[in-house]
C-alpha cells in the first residue's frame, strides 16, 4: 500500500510535514505521489456506510435525470453548456458510482472525482435552489471532498490548508503572538486619526465579540483597524479573543472534518471563557458559514446553534446604521452605479437577502441590482476554495464568466462584496477580462461616509 | 543618530540610487543596515503562488526560491556589501506597505530608506507603487520613524549631508519633521534652511490675490516660523528663514536647487485616506519626484524625540 511522503493518508500535524508540503514547489512531488497513491476500498467502504445518512442516499436514488439543474449551474452555462457540467451528471459519475461500486474503485477514477470536486463545482448550492426535490450538489460535493480527503486524494493546497489550521488554528501561519502584536500596531498606527481609539482584547462581558479572517493579520491588517475604527464610531464595548479569532475553515472546502470541529471549537472556546453578549464575524462569507451554520453541528451542539448568538458583519453594519450608531454623511454617499455581491455562504445559508439591500439604501445613491439577485445570485467563481487552488486555475477562470457578465451588464463601477472570496475572485476577474471596475469591503467605504461624532474627533492641527 | 535603517528595496534598478544612499549611510554613521525585499504579493487567499513584484510574473513560493532571490540581492549589492558588512538581507512574501511597516515596527527602524520611481524611468513597472494604490503613499503616511525617499539618479548621497531645506506647511506632522531636520542639522553641522511656500495657485482659495495680500501672507509666514520654530533651537543658529510664493512643490524644488541643499525634510500631511486619489497628489511626492536630493518624509514624533 503505498503511500507518498507528501501526498498520502496522512493528517499534517506537525511543523515539519507541513514545511515539507510547503518546500514542494507547486506541489510537484505531491501530484506525482497521488498517481501512486493506493486506494483503500474497504475503509472506504466502511466510512461511507457509516456517514451516508438517509438524506444523501435518497438524493442519490431519486434524481430524475430531468436535467432541471442543468442552467442553475454556472459551470454549465459558463462551460458552453456542455453536458458533463451538469449537476446532476457530475455527482452520479462520481459520488454516485463510488456508492454503487462499494468504494471499490481505482486511483484513477479517485483523481477523476477530485477534480471534478474542485473544478467542477463551487459548493454554491444554487443547483438546490432549483431541482424540483432539492437535490443539493454543493452538499454532496461537500460529502465527496470528505470521502476523497479521507483517501489522501485532496489538492496540495488543501493539504497545506488543513495543516495550517491543525497547527496553528488558523488557515495561515498567524500565531498568538502575531495576531497580538498586529492588533497593538493596528491600534498604534490609527490612534492619530482617532483619539481613543483601542482593540481590546478578552475583555469579559463585552457587547460583541469580533473574530476575523486569518488573511487580516496576515495581509491586509488595516481591515481590523477599520473595523476597530467603526466600533469606536458606534460606540461599542467590544472585544477580539487572543486565542479563537480565526472563523475560516479551509479544512471545510478539504472535507478534513476532524480539523473543522478542532478549528470551531477553538472560536466556541473563546465565547464561553469571555461570554460576550454576542458575536460578529469580519466580512467573510465562509468563515459565518464554517463558524456560525457548520460549525455546530461539528462540534456536536445539539441546539444547532454557536454557544453565543452570532452574526455577520453585514448585519453589524445595517443595525448600526438603522439605529444611528453610525451616522452618514449624505453628501458623501456612493454617487457611481454601484452593485452588490451576494454572497452564496450567507444568501443561500442564512437568508441575509435584505440586509445588505438596506445597506445599500443608507449608502448608494446609484445601486444596481445583477441579474439574477438575493438566493438566485451566482457564485463568484472562486467559492468552495477554487480561489486558491492553481491546479483548477484555469477551470475557475472560465466559471467566473458568468459573474464577468453580470456585472457588467449593470453598468455599476463599483462592486461590494463582504466576503473575502468573492473580493479575491472579483478582483482576479478584473487582473484577467479588464473590465474597468473597482471593488471593495463594506468597511474602508463606510469609513470614508460617516461622521466623526464631535468628542471623538482629533485635535485640530496648525 | 541612525541605528537601525531599514532599506526597502525592489532589488531593481529602480531603487539603484537609493541603495547607494541606504549604503553610504549606513556606512558613515555606523549603522546597523537591513535590506528589506518583498519579493511577491500573495494575492490569491491561502494560495502558494505570488505575484513577482520585479516581472509581474507568477511564481511557486517555496524556501528555495526565495533563497534564489536572496542571492540575486547579494548579488545586485555585492559591491556595497563588501564595503558595509554590518548588514542583513531579508526576502519574504506579502503585500510590500504591510509588511515594509510591520518590519520597520518590529527592527524598531530609526530610518526606512526607500526608492522611487520618477515617471520618465519605467523600468519595474511592476514596482512597489503599483501595488494597492502605492507603497510609497502608505508607508510615508503611517510609518513611526522618517521615511528617505530617494526618487531621481542625481538624488545620490555624496559625503554626508550639508544643507538641509525644512518645507513647512505648519501642521502638526511638520513639527515631527522640523524637530528631526533640526536635530539632523545639529548633530551632523548642517546648515538648515526654514522654508514656507505660500500657495498661490489660486486652486484652493478660488481667487486670484492681490500684490498686497501675497506680501502680507509672506510676512505672516515668516513671523510664524519665527515664532513656531526658532525658540526651539536653542543655541543653535546656522539657519535662515525664507518665505516664497508660487506652487509649493515647485517652489521647495528650486528653493533647495539654489541652496546647493543635500536634504529635504517635510511632513507627508494628507487627508485624503485613498491611496489612489492622493497618488502622487501630495506635495510630499510632487518633490520626490522632482527633487534632485533626497527627501525625508517624517509624520510622527516617535522617532524623533530620542535621536
Ligand atoms: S453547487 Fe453550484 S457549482 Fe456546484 S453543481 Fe451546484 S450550481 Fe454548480
Ligand atoms: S434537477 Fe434534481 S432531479 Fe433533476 S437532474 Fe438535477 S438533481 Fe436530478
Ligand atoms: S466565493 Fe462568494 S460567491 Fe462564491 S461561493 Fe463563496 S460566497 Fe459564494
Known amino acids: 500500500m503505498p503511500e507518498g511522503i507528501l501526498c498520502n493518508k496522512k493528517m499534517v500535524d506537525t511543523k515539519e510535514q507541513l514545511d515539507a508540503l510547503l518546500a514542494d514547489a507547486g506541489g510537484a512531488q505531491y501530484y506525482k505521489e497521488m498517481k501512486q497513491l493506493d486506494v483503500d476500498s474497504d475503509a472506504l467502504w466502511v466510512t461511507i456506510q457509516k456517514s451516508l445518512k438517509s438524506r444523501l442516499k435518497t438524493w442519490l436514488e431519486i434524481c430524475a435525470h430531468c436535467g432541471m439543474c442543468a442552467e442553475s449551474c454556472f459551470y454549465y452555462t459558463a462551460n458552453n453548456r456542455d453536458p458533463r457540467q451538469v449537476p446532476s451528471y457530475k455527482i452520479q459519475s462520481t459520488l454516485g458510482e463510488l456508492v454503487k461500486r462499494k468504494g471499490k474503485v481505482d486511483n484513477t477514477f479517485m483523481q477523476v472525482c477530485m477534480d471534478t470536486a474542485f473544478s467542477k463545482c463551487s459548493c454554491c448550492t444554487r443547483c438546490g435552489v432549483y431541482c424540483p426535490f432539492g437535490i443539493d450538489m454543493g452538499v454532496m460535493f461537500g460529502y465527496l471532498r470528505g470521502l476523497l480527503f479521507s483517501q489522501g486524494f485532496t489538492p496540495w493546497e488543501m493539504k497545506i490548508g488543513t495543516g495550517m489550521h491543525r497547527i496553528y488554528k488558523a488557515q495561515m501561519d498567524v500565531t498568538t503572538e502575531d495576531w497580538l502584536d498586529t492588533c497593538e500596531w493596528m491600534a498604534e498606527e490609527w490612534e492619530e486619526e482617532y483619539p481613543g481609539l483601542k482593540i481590546p482584547v478578552d475583555k469579559e462581558n463585552a457587547d460583541i465579540l469580533y473574530t476575523v479572517n486569518a488573511r487580516e493579520p496576515k495581509h491586509y491588517p488595516q481591515d481590523i483597524a477599520e473595523a476597530a475604527v467603526l466600533f469606536h464610531l458606534a460606540g461599542e464595548n467590544w472585544t477580539v479573543p487572543s486565542e479563537g479569532w480565526e472563523e475560516t475553515s479551509l479544512a471545510m472546502f478539504a472535507g478534513d472534518w476532524a480539523a473543522c470541529k478542532m478549528q470551531v471549537e477553538n472560536v466556541y472556546a473563546a465565547m464561553d471563557r469571555l461570554k460576550p453578549k454576542r458575536m460578529v464575524v469580519t466580512e467573510c462569507g465562509h468563515a459565518y458559514r464554517a463558524t456560525v451554520i457548520e460549525g455546530p453541528y461539528w462540534a456536536g451542539l445539539k441546539s444547532g446553534q454557536p454557544p453565543v448568538e452570532s452574526f455577520h458583519y453585514v448585519e453589524w453594519v445595517a443595525e448600526a446604521l438603522r439605529t444611528g450608531k453610525l451616522k452618514i454623511d449624505p453628501s458623501k454617499k456612493i454617487k457611481e452605479p454601484v452593485t452588490y455581491q451576494d454572497s452564496c455562504n450567507y444568501i443561500r445559508n442564512a437568508g441575509l437577502a435584505d440586509i445588505p439591500r438596506e445597506i445599500m439604501s443608507y449608502i448608494a445613491e446609484d445601486f444596481r441590482e445583477m441579474t439574477p439577485n438575493r438566493e438566485h445570485n451566482f457564485c463568484c467563481g472562486g467559492g468552495g476554495g477554487l480561489n486558491g487552488i492553481g491546479r483548477y486555475r484555469e477551470a475557475r477562470n472560465i466559471g467566473m464568466k458568468v459573474k464577468r457578465d453580470q456585472i457588467l451588464a449593470t453598468g455599476a463601477k463599483l462592486v461590494i462584496a463582504p466576503c473575502h472570496n468573492c473580493w479575491d475572485a472579483i478582483r482576479d476577474m478584473e487582473e484577467i477580462y479588464h473590465m474597468g471596475i473597482k471593488w471593495s469591503f463594506l468597511k474602508p467605504i463606510l469609513i470614508k461616509m460617516v461622521e466623526v461624532p464631535e468628542h471623538l474627533k482629533p485635535r485640530d492641527e496648525g | ?307
Open chain 2, 1 to 307: 543618530m541612525f541605528k537601525k535603517i531599514l532599506f526597502a528595496t525592489t532589488a531593481s534598478p529602480s531603487c539603484d540610487h537609493a541603495a547607494r544612499v541606504a549604503f553610504d549611510m549606513a556606512k558613515r554613521y555606523g549603522s546597523e543596515l537591513t535590506v528589506f525585499h518583498v519579493l511577491g504579493i500573495p494575492s490569491r487567499g491561502f494560495s502558494q503562488f505570488v505575484k513577482d513584484v520585479r516581472t509581474g510574473e507568477t511564481v511557486s513560493y517555496n524556501d528555495d526560491y526565495l533563497e534564489w532571490v536572496k542571492e540575486e540581492i547579494k548579488n545586485t549589492y555585492a559591491k556595497q556589501l563588501k564595503m558595509h558588512e554590518n548588514c542583513t538581507i531579508e526576502a519574504l512574501t506579502g503585500i510590500p506597505h504591510t509588511e515594509i511597516l510591520r518590519a520597520a515596527r518590529k527592527e524598531d527602524a530609526d530610518l526606512i530608506v526607500m526608492g522611487s520611481t520618477t515617471r520618465e524611468e519605467n523600468e519595474g513597472t511592476y514596482t512597489y507603487r503599483n501595488i494597492a494604490g502605492s507603497t510609497l503613499q502608505t508607508v510615508t503616511k503611517a510609518a513611526r520613524c522618517p521615511v528617505l525617499v530617494i526618487g531621481r539618479p542625481a538624488a545620490s548621497f555624496w559625503g554626508g549631508f550639508s544643507d538641509i531645506v525644512f518645507g513647512t506647511d505648519f501642521s502638526r506632522a511638520a513639527d515631527s519633521a522640523f524637530m528631526f531636520a533640526y536635530k539632523v542639522a545639529k548633530t551632523l553641522g548642517c546648515k538648515l534652511h526654514l522654508f514656507h511656500a505660500c500657495d498661490i495657485s489660486g486652486v484652493h482659495a478660488g481667487k486670484l490675490l492681490e500684490q498686497y495680500e501675497i506680501e502680507d501672507n509672506l510676512r505672516i509666514a515668516r513671523e510664524k516660523i519665527r515664532k513656531m520654530y526658532v525658540p526651539r533651537m536653542k543655541g543653535f543658529d546656522d539657519y535662515e528663514i525664507d518665505v516664497w510664493e508660487g506652487i509649493p512643490y515647485v517652489e521647495i524644488v528650486k528653493y533647495t536647487r539654489e541652496r546647493s541643499a543635500d536634504l529635504i525634510v517635510m511632513a507627508h500631511h494628507t487627508r485624503e485616506p485613498s491611496p489612489e486619489k492622493a497618488l502622487l497628489g501630495s506635495t510630499l511626492e510632487q518633490v520626490v519626484l522632482r527633487a534632485t536630493c533626497p527627501v525625508a518624509s517624517v509624520n510622527r514624533p516617535d522617532k524623533v524625540i530620542d535621536l
